[in-house]
């Protein structure tokens, strides 16, 4: 079965600092993608980044970068230079393969707050 | 580009009641996706539609919820008999397509308190 493994359920950083949301996943697949989702509070989930698997270059979008490692299937995302607009629930996101293709198997989720 | 639209976003009603959702896709997108999202968790998916076909909804609970895409475009969502642990979230989200690279989009979902 695939899962994703998000270990840490809140985490805070000062404003304009860096931080890493950790995630981990399983699967039998060689080829796949990784989504990182944001949800602030208004609940509109958006989508921050993604990952493709068999690119080995890590995956980048202005403050947000991901680090990821296949062999050990880790996928956490960097925010440098956090803004008070971070503030938000973070989840790492992992299609589905198979026959429910597509669908997005979800982490649990980490809350962030971004202090003044 | 107008995103993915719901409505309504809050909804309260009795135990027992019935209640729909509704979900409007991005234009284009084909595939179409209904997630339940309790709280302090992330969102697992109810049923997806391909056009107007549901191609999978083994998460769906069919005694009590029922869903159509009609012409393949709009969606909704019924509860009937609504039950106090249905107090949720419900996520609507599209995509060109289907496939392990398709980036989904999300509307901002309705929040549902069964009393």
């Known amino acids: 079965a695939q899962t994703v493994t998000q270990s840490q359920p809140e985490m805070s950083v000062q404003e304009a600092e860096t931080v890493t949301l950790s995630c981990t996943y399983d699967?039998?697949?060689?080829?796949?993608?990784l989504f990182w989702y944001k949800q602030p509070p208004s609940r509109q989930m958006i989508l921050v980044i993604r990952?493709?698997?068999?690119?080995?270059q890590n995956a980048t979008e202005n403050r947000f970068s991901v680090n990821f490692q296949k062999a050990a299937k880790s996928f956490s995302l960097k925010i440098s230079d956090s803004q008070l607009g971070d503030t938000a629930m973070y989840f790492c996101?992992?299609?589905?393969?198979?026959?429910?293709?597509?669908?997005?198997?979800f982490g649990k989720g980490t809350k962030l707050s971004v202090k003044p | 580009e107008a995103g993915v639209v719901q409505s309504p976003r809050y909804k309260i009603i009795e135990k027992k009641q019935p209640v729909a959702f509704w979900c409007n896709p991005i234009?284009?997108?084909?595939?179409l996706y209904w997630y339940l999202q309790n709280l302090g968790q992330g969102p697992e998916l109810l049923i997806r539609?391909?056009?107007?076909?549901?191609?999978?909804d083994s998460q769906l609970p069919k005694d009590r919820f029922s869903a159509e895409r009609l012409k393949g475009v709009d969606s909704t969502l019924k509860i009937q008999p609504a039950e106090l642990g249905d107090s949720a979230v419900y996520l609507c989200?599209?995509?060109?397509?289907?496939?392990?690279?398709?980036?989904?989009?999300f509307g901002p979902g309705t929040r549902l308190l069964v009393l």
């Open positions: 996101a992992f299609p589905n393969p198979g026959g429910s293709q597509g669908n997005l198997i």
């Open positions: 234009s284009g997108h084909n595939t």
């Open positions: 990952q493709e698997a068999y690119k080995q």
């Open positions: 539609y391909e056009n107007e076909e549901a191609v999978d």
């Open positions: 989200a599209s995509s060109r397509g289907t496939g392990v690279h398709e980036t989904q989009y």
């Open positions: 699967t039998s697949e060689s080829n796949y993608y």
